[in-house]
């Protein structure tokens, strides 16, 4: 599976972003997605999750209606809208497959259990 993201940027806060995360190999539509960040010097962090399907999503408490993530199995690829970005949204953004558990029944924070990363996305949000 490879993973590109995309959609990253400087935007001033209040402002939107769209992120983008293209998938190829494995069939997409049999896997959950993740989004996490990393902010310089913090430990890598969940931001949000969508199941195989997309009926489930799952998301951290501090980005809750904000950001939103959807899918598109017909084009392989998953979103994270982010609204009314704040400053200490800046990071670097991941995507990443959980390819390991096909058809899995409910969705997973954990870093480890995602076996399939993008190379990652700035986002700075300004003050």
């Known amino acids: 599976v490879q993973l590109q993201a995309s959609g990253g940027g400087l935007v001033q806060a209040g402002g939107s972003l769209r992120l983008s995360c293209a998938a190829s190999?494995?069939?997409?539509?049999?896997?959950?997605m993740g989004w996490f960040r990393q902010a310089p010097g913090k430990e890598r962090e969940f931001v949000a999750a969508i199941s195989w399907s997309g009926r489930s999503i799952s998301s951290t408490d501090s980005v809750k209606g904000r950001f939103t993530t959807s899918r598109d199995n017909a084009k392989n690829t998953v979103y994270l809208q982010m609204n009314s970005l704040k400053p200490e949204d800046t990071a670097v953004y991941y995507c990443?497959?959980?390819?390991?558990?096909?058809?899995?029944?409910?969705?997973?924070?954990?870093?480890?259990?995602?076996?399939?990363w993008g190379q990652g996305t700035q986002v700075t949000v300004s003050s």
């Open positions: 190999g494995r069939t997409f539509s049999s896997y959950a």
């Open positions: 990443a497959a959980d390819t390991s558990n096909p058809f899995r029944q409910g969705l997973t924070r954990l870093s480890d259990e995602y076996d399939y």
